[in-house]
């Protein structure tokens, strides 16, 4: 825990306690990989917690210029001008942090700090889950049980479709999957013993679970790429062409999709989030770096 400076308000920024701010995919990105973010910075994307007048909000972290041509059809992620609170600007890993008045999202009171840590994780699921166009007559595979892809399941069971399959190393995360509306649960053979589907996610991102997501995706279906862990894309370039399979790449969201979030993150239990001090972070990150996700999702209580 370093000390630095409470955070000052600019012109149109508020600065709120931090409640929670989740742990998960970007946070092992940036440790796992030195040099891949300018130091100092205080991580932490997807946070939430309270202005002084006691509003309890969610941050919605994407900024941009807001004008350009992206900006216009509120794909705010395309704008060559974003960036991420908590990646390339200080964040939520920090008592207080002093954030754009529009970057807040109102949480219903019934919400939990715990269920508030997956708002974020599943906002990127929200836009994935439109982007791919699945609708309830879809069978659908989802790579990978964390924030990302606990959020396509919600997604998907929200639209009531009958075969959800999901693949995870971790039996507690696959338990969580299942509780959100998974019909299928175990991993990779378990889950899916040489089925095909309509839609795939892949939430991992390593080379083998993007080579794995595009061979589950059936002839003329749709395969979305979300993870980060491997930077290059290893296909079979011809059984691609020839399988006229759609491949897609979904990256955060937009402020409606973002709202849409705050109300599947209800359907989370609380007791499914490891609650971090400050200390226990390192920790933790060093355990995602040993393999061990067995945690289905860590956050920071940074004011205790
Ligand atoms: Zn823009």
């Not at 699945?134 to 959020?151: E, H, K, N, P, T």
């Not at 499914?272 to 060093?286: D, H, I, K």
């Amino acid at each position: 825990m370093l000390e630095v400076e409470p955070p000052a308000a600019e012109p149109n920024a508020v600065v709120i306690d931090v409640a929670v701010a989740g742990v998960g995919g970007s946070e092992y990105l940036g440790y796992n990989n030195p040099g891949i973010r300018n130091l100092p910075n205080i991580m932490g994307h997807g946070f939430a917690g309270t202005t002084a007048e006691g509003r309890r909000v969610a941050v919605n972290p994407l900024r941009s210029c807001g004008t350009c041509e992206y900006c216009r059809r509120e794909l705010h992620q395309l704008c060559d001008d974003w960036h991420l609170i908590g990646v390339q600007s200080d964040g939520g890993f920090a008592q207080q942090v002093a954030v754009p008045e529009a970057a807040m999202v109102a949480l219903p009171d019934h919400l939990s700090w715990e269920q508030a840590a997956f708002v974020e994780p599943f906002a990127n699921a929200v836009n994935a889950w439109e982007l791919s166009g699945a609708d309830a007559g879809c069978s659908v595979a989802v790579l990978g049980a964390g924030g990302l892809g606990l959020g396509l399941v919600a997604c998907a069971a929200g639209a009531g479709c009958a075969q959800i399959a999901v693949s995870d190393l971790s039996r507690t995360r696959l338990d969580a999957a299942a509780e959100l509306g998974a019909t299928a649960c175990g991993n990779d053979t378990e889950a899916h013993p040489g089925g095909s589907y309509d839609v795939v996610f892949d939430t991992v991102g390593s080379a083998d679970s993007r080579r794995q997501a595009i061979e589950l995706t059936r002839k003329a279906g749709t395969c979305v790429l979300m993870g980060f862990a491997a930077p290059d894309l290893e296909a079979n370039a011809g059984a691609f062409i020839r399988s006229q399979r759609r491949l897609l790449g979904a990256f955060v969201y937009s402020m409606t999709q973002f709202q849409t979030a705050v109300g599947l993150a209800g359907r989370c239990k609380a007791d499914w989030v490891a609650n971090l001090s400050f200390a226990e972070v390192e920790p933790l990150l060093q355990r995602y770096l040993e393999g061990d996700f067995s945690t289905v999702k860590a956050a920071l209580r940074p004011n205790g």
